[in-house]
């Protein structure tokens, strides 16, 4: 007895899977450092610029997030509060949900204003629900955090890593627990689990931001770096004009690289080793192979 059975090349394009709503647009949420980064770092002339050059559209739009009804607060409890515990309000921009704010656009961007790195020691009870200011508290809620990103494939994230703080306006046990943590958060956050998270991606400020170096000529290692400083005699943690300029066009690239990513699969093209198209011996089997369009898709998983 003989059976054959013809095999078709397939070719998929699923409206799920073939690109976003609202492609090319990001949502940058800030306080006042994002702010001084996006004006006076002219990220805005800086996107328009490269969009003239290279044809495309690429958008960044800024936003203020949280406000009012919500505290003047952006660390990771309050994100995890807002958005995790559902303290959110699709009704209000200032508090919406992240789910709602990401169907507006490609990518979402949010950071944490630089009180974020005024960390206190842990105490070996981590808590999510807890607004204390720890590492075992911070990692809790971030680990929330990419469990609720995950859960939107289809969109693109980017967290900025802390803002420095001031050396007037911390301490060295302070200071290094905030370079411990964004070591956390570039080494660790994003493997620790074992899985892959192609959507969520890091724009690494404090790197750009802080003294590295063990002994500076002036200032102190992991606080702002000494010429970032607005003033050498006060402890205001904003960077200055100076970090904004040269940060604002890093910035703008980093956002403009992580929208021209090639994200969703495109096209299946499933076919046959060595080019068979038929079986032609009962119970016979054939090996079957697909490949992907884009090579380079961040999402290869389809249903």
């Known amino acids: ?18 690109g976003f709503s609202q492609k090319n647009i990001a949502i940058f949420l800030h306080h006042s450092t994002g ?19 290279h044809g495309t559209n690429f ?17 990771p ?7 995790v515990n559902n303290n959110c309000d699709n009704s209000n921009l200032n508090i919406e949900c992240l789910s709602s704010i990401a169907s507006k656009c490609e990518l979402v961007i949010y950071k944490h204003c630089f009180p974020g790195a005024s960390i206190n020691a842990d105490i070996g009870k981590p808590d999510v629900t807890s607004s204390r200011q720890s590492l075992e508290n911070y990692k809790l809620q971030y680990r929330a955090l990419r469990t609720l990103m995950d859960g939107m ?22 200071a290094k627990r905030a370079h411990e943590f964004v070591d956390w958060v570039k080494n660790e956050w994003l493997t620790e689990d074992g899985q892959n998270h192609p959507n969520i991606f890091i724009f690494d400020f404090y790197s750009l931001t802080a003294e590295l170096d063990q002994n500076p000529v002036n200032g102190q290692q992991f606080c702002l770096k000494y010429e970032y400083e607005y003033s050498h005699s006060s402890y205001d943690s904003h960077p200055n004009t100076l970090a904004n300029q040269t940060i604002g066009p890093i910035f703008a690239q980093a956002v403009v690289n992580v929208l021209a990513k090639n994200y969703s699969v495109t096209n299946i093209t499933v076919s046959s080793l060595l080019g068979a198209n038929a079986i032609s011996t009962f119970h016979g ?17 389809v249903t």
């Open 1 to 18: 007895m003989t059976m054959k059975s013809t095999i078709f090349i397939i070719l998929l394009c699923l409206d799920s899977i073939c």
């Open 35 to 53: 702010d001084g980064v996006y004006s006076e770092g002219n990220v805005s002339n800086w996107v328009k610029n490269y969009n003239s050059a």
């Open 153 to 174: 494939p289809d969109k693109k994230f980017m967290v900025w890593t802390l803002v420095p703080l001031h050396r007037l306006a911390t301490n060295a046990d302070e």
């Open 59 to 75: 958008q960044i739009i800024p936003r203020t997030y949280p406000d009012t009804p919500y505290p003047w607060a952006n660390y």
């Open 285 to 301: 089997t054939l090996q079957m192979q697909a490949t992907i369009f884009p090579i380079d898709a961040l999402l290869k998983s």
């Open 77 to 83: 409890y309050d994100y995890w509060k807002l958005w």
